[in-house]
């Protein structure tokens, strides 16, 4: 057995390295994020039109933001789609109780890519220097409604963070488009948390990267 395809199975045996799993989710993150976590909330419009919506949301479920953001996604493990189901919570910020852990059939892209799907888990690589930073995630929910469509993966063991970051797409009422990342993070070791305010400088980069790679503008 490789090692990689070792790798795809321990990880899917582990579970993530946090407690507030779907804390994502809370309207109200920014103001009470999960204790000893810094949480972080961007938005920006991506255009307009049936076209950008349907465009954006095929990109966003087959980790285009990721690799437009220039990591390189590795050794996905389509997992079952029941480790993690999530909290749905009501409009205000309540929590309304676990969303449905049912395993679902997989789903793939027109170039055969599997869509992101609940449980999937993958390994996000990506330079910082001279230095290959391999961080392991796990989808830990879905968004799939008419729309509002997105995911959250969270951190796993040998990821330099502690902590979940979601992918949220609307397409509003007038017709706009509009891509929300959310996260809460610190760092997932004594060494990482040496390393805090670099560390907290290539977060807002990446973040930064993530904002830009849907946007039309950098479109091939």
């Given at each position: 057995?490789?090692?990689?395809?070792?790798?795809?199975?321990?990880?899917?045996?582990?579970?993530?390295?946090?407690?507030?799993?779907?804390?994502?989710?809370?309207?109200?993150?920014?103001?009470?994020?999960?204790?000893?976590?810094?949480?972080?909330?961007?938005?920006?419009?991506?255009?307009?039109?049936?076209?950008?919506?349907?465009?954006?949301k095929s990109s966003l479920l087959s980790w285009g933001v990721q690799r437009g953001a220039g990591l390189q996604v590795i050794d996905i493990d389509l997992g079952t789609?029941?480790?993690?189901?999530?909290?749905?919570?009501?409009?205000?910020?309540?929590?309304?109780?676990?969303?449905?852990?049912?395993?679902?059939?997989?789903?793939?892209?027109?170039?055969?890519?599997?869509?992101?799907?609940?449980?999937?888990?993958?390994?996000?690589?990506?330079?910082?220097?001279?230095?290959?930073?391999?961080?392991?995630?796990?989808?830990?929910?879905?968004?799939?409604?008419?729309?509002?469509?997105?995911?959250?993966?969270?951190?796993?063991?040998?990821?330099?963070?502690?902590?979940?970051?979601?992918?949220?797409?609307?397409?509003?009422?007038?017709?706009?488009?509009?891509?929300?990342?959310?996260?809460?993070?610190?760092?997932?070791?004594?060494?990482?948390?040496?390393?805090?305010?670099?560390?907290?400088?290539?977060?807002?980069?990446?973040?930064?990267?993530?904002?830009?790679?849907?946007?039309?503008?950098?479109?091939?």
């Amino acid at each position: 057995m490789s090692a990689a395809r070792r790798q795809r199975e321990g990880a899917a045996e582990h579970p993530v390295t946090y407690g507030a799993i779907g804390a994502t989710q809370a309207v109200d993150l920014l103001q009470y994020p999960p204790q000893g976590y810094k949480p972080l909330e961007r938005t920006v419009r991506l255009g307009s039109g049936e076209e950008r919506w349907e465009t954006s949301k095929s990109s966003l479920l087959s980790w285009g933001v990721q690799r437009g953001a220039g990591l390189q996604v590795i050794d996905i493990d389509l997992g079952t789609g029941e480790q993690y189901a999530g909290i749905r919570f009501h409009e205000d910020g309540t929590p309304a109780g676990m969303r449905n852990a049912a395993g679902t059939e997989a789903v793939y892209n027109e170039a055969g890519e599997p869509l992101i799907a609940n449980g999937m888990s993958a390994v996000l690589r990506t330079k910082i220097g001279p230095f290959t930073v391999d961080a392991p995630v796990r989808v830990v929910y879905v968004i799939d409604d008419q729309k509002r469509v997105g995911f959250a993966y969270g951190t796993l063991h040998g990821h330099p963070e502690s902590g979940e970051e979601a992918f949220i797409l609307e397409h509003r009422d007038d017709d706009s488009v509009w891509l929300t990342v959310r996260s809460f993070s610190r760092p997932a070791s004594f060494g990482w948390r040496l390393l805090a305010p670099f560390a907290s400088s290539v977060r807002k980069g990446v973040t930064a990267k993530y904002l830009r790679a849907l946007h039309p503008i950098n479109a091939a």
